[in-house]
């Protein structure tokens, strides 16, 4: 028989004994596929895609979301797979319940985080390395794991997500412990159902995250605390459901609500249960002035070193997640606690937060391998936190660029600054027209119209770096400038307090006016009229407007894009019994991430902040160093927030004119600056860039002043070492006596986790971490740059009485090359600063 005949047969015998295979597989254990498909955990590949990531829509605003593993086969034990599910970007979701599709036979446990920009964009990928799940900062949603009870949410409450929250994307992170269940090679396809809904929500669910960073665990110790505490600044939040994560020496975790010295208990749970997210004590409510406070407790028995606050199965953490949900006027889905409590306030826990959890050895070995569940998302947090701590580090102090601008900008009395869409510096000033004691009669009115406008350029674009200008406009339009602010479409807002308007100028340098509100040179206190307003900010996404009116009115007043009137308000106040008015609403400022309004009112010395949609009080800044005159404020939303302000000369009290740097949430004052050549005289405004350099204009002095974290202005040739060289030089030195100086708070961070934590680390570093060595190597380093630097100031001499003219060959090695590129570069570069 040919060969190829032969084939044919051995083909057909191949097929039937595959069938037959099957079928008898099917009768043996029809119980178990059973099963299996009443947990949705599918073992047909197309058919687990095909369920997966689907959208069943009930009505016109109700719709279930699936979110499944794509089929996939876990290789080994303890594997760590996610996957990542775009959300419609085009309009507002809320997740209004969870309904797990796993099966404790096979999936130890998952988590659903929200984000915007996942790390991978496969299908599925290996997320229990250090690629984690996001590359962004991640919330987790939802957390599911062997006998816990599911994740409900209260009525008319939802997670919002989509177009306007800040998430994109939904990330399944799902934890195969023992992968015995996949002997059978079925694929898995274990999720989540989300219940949702496109009807506004009237309740908003979000996190609030209290974590410890510097708990020092000593070996054979018999218990540690690890006690975090912070004062509440919000809205009122309403806990549904609670969260606790440590490592293994972790006994148990309570979370509490601190109100006229009173412990309410949010929750209390043993961490080494599963840990999914369980129902709070529904009696709890948390409002502004409260504390929110909670204590993990650790042993140390059995160890035989200190154990520190990491990432690491070897390291510990203590985490207490609070569920909660807050009126959505003025949600916030995110917010964080990392302040150790004070001995005194700890004095006063309940007993019960001491008291460890039993836990039953079946339960202690299921945990076992769920020291990395959420490791590398509680570890990204830390890194987070960090990061913004830096802001607040000795080493960070905003100086002044004395470099800057490097020519003269010819300015009159600087009125107002901006930022542009690209990046640059808008500055606002009067030109030779000055505000007198005879500019203005006491009705308000323009004294001094006979002048006409200022005919130079009031509105100067510049760069950042060096100053120079870019582009002029406005001349002869206005009479008394005062603020200015850009849109989105790179439109300048400004105020003219002698015309009583607002205006919206294109920014293309033909001066067209786009948009006038108020009646030129008239005063006046309705709803069309202005009496000398001072600011104008601008809502990012509406395009809505808000004027601080000013110095008559004593108002905020809100408009449309197109100029309507929506609604206006005065001042706030956080004591109840006594509102005390706006004086002067100068500065005017939009807090993006927070939907929030902040005003610098100027006579009374204090920053206060409303609700951007209702004018609702929020809260106020007053403090002592403003000296009861607070100029002009900006806002950054790096970390927790960060508000910049200046102060101006008060007739009552003397206090130095300085730049503050003050902390949204604590309203703290982490940093104060000023000038260093000459002093501020009227510092009028104050802008922050995306580089982190600020900007303040000073009408007494007619200047602009430049102010950084970075020490690269210093105006000196550094005896041959090119710039960029001394630079890095100095970030180590910097490193190494931050590391010293930071060991007491944060000793487990500094010993312990890798330097990947410290700023600029160095190639050695990385190699083996230096302990309790910051001061050393700094001194070690200054000494030898001595003769370095003497080395390097002989050679130049030399050079120069050789060639009489210090020509110096460029070549890239050698002392020559060095001062060759002095001359080539460095120098260019100090130029450039």
């Not at 015998?13 to 059973?34: G, K, M, T, W, Y």
């Not at 990432?311 to 953490?317: A, K, Q």
């Not at 312990?752 to 050695?764: F, H, Y």
Request: net charge negative.
């Amino acid at each position: 028989m040919p060969t190829g005949m032969m084939g044919v047969p051995v083909f057909c015998v191949l097929v039937l004994a595959f069938i037959c295979n099957s079928h008898s597989r099917e009768i043996q254990d029809p119980l178990d596929r059973f099963e299996r498909s009443q947990k949705d955990i599918l073992s047909d590949p197309s058919d687990c895609v095909s369920r997966t990531k689907q959208q069943v829509f009930t009505n016109s605003h109700n719709f279930s979301l699936d979110i499944r593993m794509p089929g996939v086969v876990p290789t080994g034990a303890d594997t760590y797979l996610c996957t990542a599910f775009p959300l419609p970007t085009s309009r507002d979701a809320y997740i209004v319940d969870f309904i797990p599709r796993a099966s404790m036979d096979t999936v130890h446990h998952m988590l659903l985080f929200g984000c915007q920009t996942p790390v991978s964009t496969s299908s599925y990928w290996d997320c229990g390395s250090v690629q984690g799940t996001c590359e962004d900062e991640a919330s987790i949603m939802y957390a599911w794991a062997r006998n816990a009870p599911p994740t409900r949410l209260p009525r008319d409450v939802g997670f919002k997500v989509g177009r306007n929250s800040g998430m994109s994307h939904l990330v399944l992170q799902i934890h195969y412990g023992d992968v015995s269940a996949f002997k059978d090679h079925h694929r898995d396809c274990s999720g989540v159902t989300l219940r949702m809904t496109s009807k506004l929500q009237p309740f908003i669910a979000g996190i609030y995250l209290l974590m410890s960073v510097d708990t020092v665990i000593l070996p054979g110790k018999r218990v540690t605390n690890a006690d975090m505490a912070c004062e509440y600044t919000s809205y009122p939040i309403y806990p549904f459901a609670f969260r606790t994560h440590t490592h293994r020496l972790g006994k148990v975790v309570s979370g509490y609500r601190i109100r006229d010295g009173k412990w309410n208990l949010i929750g209390r749970q043993s961490p080494q249960l599963p840990q999914a997210f369980y129902p709070a004590n529904e009696e709890v409510n948390v409002k502004y002035g409260d504390t929110i406070a909670a204590r993990c407790v650790f042993t140390g028995e059995g160890r035989t070193s200190k154990t520190y606050i990491g990432g690491t199965s070897d390291d510990e953490m203590c985490n207490f997640y609070i569920m909660y949900y807050m009126d959505s006027k003025h949600a916030d889905p995110y917010m964080s606690c990392m302040e150790s409590g004070s001995r005194d306030l700890f004095q006063h826990i309940p007993a019960e937060a001491n008291v460890p959890i039993a836990v039953s050895p079946v339960h202690m070995n299921s945990m076992m391998h769920m020291g990395h569940s959420t490791d590398h998302q509680d570890n990204q947090l830390l890194l987070d936190k960090n990061k913004a701590e830096q802001v607040l580090d000795q080493d960070y102090h905003l100086e002044q660029v004395s470099a800057w601008p490097q020519s003269s900008l010819q300015l009159g009395q600087v009125s107002g600054l901006a930022l542009d869409s690209d990046a640059n510096l808008v500055i606002f000033h009067r030109g030779d027209h000055h505000w007198g004691e005879g500019s203005f009669n006491s009705q308000a009115r323009y004294e001094q119209r006979s002048q006409g406008p200022i005919q130079q350029s009031t509105i100067l674009v510049v760069d950042l770096s060096k100053g120079n200008i870019l582009k002029a406009s406005g001349r002869d339009m206005f009479y008394m400038p005062h603020g200015i602010t850009t849109d989105k479409e790179n439109n300048y807002w400004v105020t003219d307090v002698a015309l009583h308007q607002v205006l919206k100028v294109s920014s293309d340098g033909r001066d067209r006016l786009l948009l006038a509100l108020g009646e030129p040179f008239t005063p006046g206190s309705d709803n069309q009229h202005f009496c000398q307003p001072t600011d104008v900010a601008v809502d990012t996404e509406t395009g809505a407007i808000f004027v601080s009116d000013g110095y008559c009115n004593n108002r905020i007043l809100k408009f449309s894009a197109e100029g309507k009137y929506l609604s206006h308000w005065g001042a706030g106040s956080s004591d109840r019994k006594r509102r005390i008015p706006f004086q002067i609403p100068h500065s005017l400022v939009f807090l993006p991430d927070r939907q929030e309004v902040c005003v610098a009112d100027r006579d009374n010395g204090r920053i206060q902040c409303f609700i951007a949609q209702t004018g609702e009080f929020i809260k106020e800044i007053k403090k002592e160093e403003f000296g009861g005159q607070v100029f002009a404020i900006a806002y950054s939303p790096a970390g927790d927030g960060f508000i910049f302000a200046v102060n101006g000369e008060s007739p009552y009290r003397s206090t130095p004119l300085r730049g503050f740097v003050i902390d949204y949430s604590t309203m703290d004052i982490v940093d104060t600056f000023n000038p260093e050549k000459k002093e501020f005289k009227m510092p009028h405004d104050i802008v922050e860039s995306s580089d982190g350099s600020v900007f303040v204009g000073d009408a007494g002095s007619k200047s602009v002043f430049k102010f950084t974290s970075e020490k690269l202005h210093r105006s000196v040739k550094k005896a041959g070492i090119e710039v960029q060289e001394l630079d890095e030089i100095e970030a180590f030195v910097r490193t190494k006596v931050r590391s010293e100086h930071n060991m007491s708070k944060t000793a487990a961070i500094q010993e312990k986790q890798t330097v990947s934590l410290q700023p600029e680390p160095q190639e050695e570093e990385k190699k083996k971490p230096i302990r309790g060595q910051g001061v050393l190597p700094a001194i070690i380093t200054t000494l030898l740059l001595v003769p370095l630097l003497l080395v390097m100031s002989v050679g130049v001499f030399v050079c120069w009485r050789k060639n009489n003219a210090c020509e110096v060959k460029t070549e890239p090695s050698s002392v020559g090359g060095i001062l060759g590129r002095i001359r080539g570069k460095a120098m260019g570069s100090l130029c450039e600063l």
